[in-house]
Nanobody, 130 residues
Framework: HVQLVESGGGSVEPGGSLNLSCAAT????????MAWFLQAPGKEREAVAS???????KYADAVKGRFTLSHENNKKTVDLQMNDLKPEDTAIYYC?????????????????????????WGPGTQVTVS
């Protein structure tokens, strides 16, 4: 089993920065994707940024140029550096991870992070920009 714990959320003014960190513990020897999602009040959860075991990174259009993902595989962490924050970035941010099943057919995937549903989720951390 894998546990994910987020940290680094908080309140900032527009234009400010925050760094979110996600630490994975447990059976993390093979995590095929680690990603960040957000859920704003009254809205559905949406992807923010992800990194696959093949090194592929993806960002939502709304955060490109402002958010940067970094991953330390040996420490099983994935950080999200968020700069130039805007009020519309206000949300609960969740860390999530994918781990393929033993006999899972992944031939149709173009990226490990395209596989849904994600297997593990952290409890989330609040980010407020106002």
């Amino acid at each position: 089993h894998v546990q994910l714990v987020e940290s680094g959320g908080g309140s900032v003014e527009p234009g400010g920065s925050l760094n979110l960190s996600c630490a994975a513990t447990g059976k993390t020897n093979v995590l095929n994707c680690m990603a960040w999602f957000l859920q704003a009040p009254g809205k559905e959860r949406e992807a923010v940024a992800s990194i696959g075991s093949d090194g592929t990174t993806k960002y939502a259009d709304a955060v490109k140029g402002r958010f940067t993902l970094s991953h330390e595989n040996n420490k099983k962490t994935v950080d999200l550096q968020m700069n130039d924050l805007k009020p519309e970035d206000t949300a609960i941010y969740y860390c999530a991870a994918v781990r393929y099943g033993v006999n899972e057919d992944i031939s149709a995937l173009t990226s490990p992070c395209d596989r849904t549903p994600y297997d593990y989720w952290g409890p989330g951390t609040q980010v407020t920009v106002s």
